[in-house]
């Protein structure tokens, strides 16, 4: 028998909570209502907005996607700054792309480029090779 006592309360404080709540809605003006349920200050669950320190390190990101076609004039000029800082010693790809401040999407082509004209030439393999000037 407690529990039909213990439910009804319930019931009761269910309905009086309701009740109170649609007079409270009802007697706000309409702008009050639209200011809280427009939710400009405030944000739901996900990932946070980002902070003002961040927005330098995402200004100095590259776009996604591919790169704009290049021509050959445009990889012979980038194949001819590599040959020049290989030249100085032999290097691999991702000190190439460091010290010449490359996107690491325009390097392969140049390298395939540079050692099909014997530009340059390779030693190892994968990451490991070295790039050197014959």
């Known amino acids: 028998m407690p529990s ?7 019931d009761s404080l269910a ?25 400009g200050a405030r944000r739901g669950p996900g990932r946070p907005r980002a902070t003002v320190s961040a927005a330098p390190r995402a200004a100095a990101r590259r776009p996604p996607g591919r790169l704009a076609r290049r021509s ?12 020049a800082a290989v030249k100085a010693k032999p290097m691999r790809a991702e000190q190439i792309r460091q010290v010449l401040k490359l996107d690491k999407r325009e390097l392969p082509r140049v390298l395939a480029e540079g050692l099909k004209t014997k530009k340059l ?8 090779t070295t790039y050197s000037v014959p």
């Not at 039909?4 to 319930?10: A, E, P, V």
């Not at 030439?121 to 490991?128: D, L, T």
Request: aromatic fraction near 2%.
């Open 15 to 39: 309905s009086s909570f309701a009740s109170e709540v649609l007079h409270a809605i009802r007697a706000a003006s309409l702008d009050e209502l639209l200011t809280e349920t427009s939710g």
């Open 121 to 128: 030439k390779s030693k190892g393999q994968k990451r490991a």
């Open 72 to 83: 050959p004039e445009e990889i012979a000029k980038t194949l001819g700054l590599i040959v």
């Open 4 to 10: 039909t006592s213990l439910r009804s309360t319930l």
